[in-house]
Nanobody, 122 residues
Framework: QVQLVESGGGLVQAGGSLRLSCAAS????????VGWFRQAPGKDREFVAY????????YYADSVKGRFTISRDNAKNTMYLQMNSLKPEDTAIYYC???????????????WGQGTQVTVSS
C-alpha cells in the first residue's frame, strides 16, 4: 500500500501557473501507475492526467492538453502536475491517485490523496 499527500494548491489569477506535488510514502513508488483527478463543486470527479510507471507514457484530458504537464521523479517518490495558462474553469480540488495493477489510464485507481484546492480567479 502507498500513502499519497498532495501539496501546492492555492489561489492564482487566470493565465497564471501553479505546480502541484504528490509525495508518496513507500519504497516501491516505481511500481505504481499514477494520475491526477479533479472535482469542482457540484460536478463529478474527472480525469486530468496519467503517467506510466517509468514515466515514458503520458495521457491528458482534452480540457488540459497543451496547458498541463504531468511528470514523476521515482528517486524522490514524487509526482507533479505543472499547470500553465490556468482558467477559472480549472478551479477544483485536485487529487493524486495510484494503482499497482493493470487498468485504463483514466480509471481503476486504488489509492488516493486527501486533495489540494486550486482556485483560479478571473
Amino acid at each position: 500500500q502507498v500513502q499519497l499527500v498532495e501539496s501546492g494548491g492555492g489561489l492564482v489569477q487566470a493565465g497564471g501557473s501553479l505546480r502541484l506535488s504528490c509525495a508518496a510514502s513507500g519504497r516501491t513508488f516505481n511500481d505504481y501507475t499514477v494520475g491526477w483527478f479533479r472535482q469542482a463543486p457540484g460536478k463529478d470527479r474527472e480525469f486530468v492526467a496519467y503517467i506510466s510507471r517509468g514515466g515514458s507514457t503520458t495521457y491528458y484530458a482534452d480540457s488540459v492538453k497543451g496547458r498541463f504537464t504531468i511528470s514523476r521523479d521515482n528517486a524522490k517518490n514524487t509526482m507533479y502536475l505543472q499547470m500553465n495558462s490556468l482558467k477559472p474553469e480549472d478551479t477544483a480540488i485536485y487529487y493524486c491517485a495510484a494503482r499497482d495493477g493493470l487498468g485504463a489510464p483514466t480509471s481503476d485507481y486504488d489509492y488516493w490523496g486527501q486533495g489540494t484546492q486550486v482556485t483560479v480567479s478571473s
